[in-house]
């Protein structure tokens, strides 16, 4: 049988969808909070950032909304294609420590 | 130069051997780090060198071994590696020691057989 633990949670879109991805952090002393992409065989690729005076961030193509009541961060990318099929991370930074600690990540996969 | 480079991009070693990745980016960060990734799972912080001196240790087992020789160049020795210790590892920097986006080489695949 398989192991849960393998499996990257997945979302399927269509081209030209919107795509709103997902991360719960633990630590109400995080400050600062950052979405990584990463393509097969590459590293991390910097997406977006928002730092925790802020509820809301906006890039080209894609936005950061940060809930720290729930202590809930996603990433929605407007009008998505398929060069943005990869495996995206939420990290976040702990207030006082220099340490950034990465989500387990979400798939994302983008068909014509 | 927004460039974070690692060498090699492929590994291959036995138990026995030694041998070290290497790191580089001449973006004028101070800090500097070593990530572990296995796969389908995320990054693990291994080491972190701010300013040249080992600020972080993840408790990372000493058959690691860091370097920072100067402020553009990060090393990580290998001896006597486990099968386990099979992953990505990756590299990375920033401009600042707190809350600063990292910026990440393409990383070393090693293999321990």
């Known amino acids: 049988g398989e192991s849960v633990g393998l499996h990257l949670p997945t979302l399927s879109v269509q081209e030209g969808d919107n795509s709103i991805i997902n991360c719960a952090y633990s630590?109400?002393?995080?400050?600062?909070f950052i979405w990584y992409k990463q393509e097969s065989g590459k590293g991390p690729q910097f997406i977006i950032d928002i730092r925790s005076n802020m509820d809301k961030r906006q890039g080209q193509r894609v936005t950061v909304l940060l809930n720290k009541t729930v202590k809930h961060l996603s990433l929605q990318i407007a009008a998505t294609q398929p060069g943005d099929s990869a495996v995206y991370f939420c990290?976040?930074?702990?207030?006082?420590?220099?340490?950034?600690?990465f989500g387990t990540g979400t798939r994302l996969l983008v068909s014509p | 130069d927004t460039e974070v480079t690692q060498t090699p991009k492929h590994l291959v070693m036995g138990m026995t051997n030694k041998k070290s990745l290497k790191c580089e980016q001449h973006m004028g960060h101070r800090a500097m780090y070593w990530y572990k990734q296995k796969a389908k799972k995320p990054p693990e912080l291994m080491f972190v060198?701010?300013?040249?001196?080992?600020?972080i240790n993840e408790s990372v087992p000493s058959r690691f071994s860091p370097e920072c020789p100067n402020s553009s160049l990060l090393n990580l020795h290998l001896h006597a590696l486990q099968p386990e210790d099979s992953a990505l590892y990756l590299c990375?920097?920033?401009?600042?020691?707190?809350?600063?986006?990292?910026?990440f080489g393409s990383g070393t695949q090693l293999s321990v057989l």
């Open positions: 990375a920097s920033s401009l600042g020691v707190a809350n600063e986006k990292l910026f």
């Open positions: 990290a976040e930074n702990i207030l006082g420590f220099q340490k950034l600690v």
């Open positions: 630590n109400s002393a995080s400050d600062y």
């Open positions: 060198y701010s300013y040249e001196k080992l600020s």
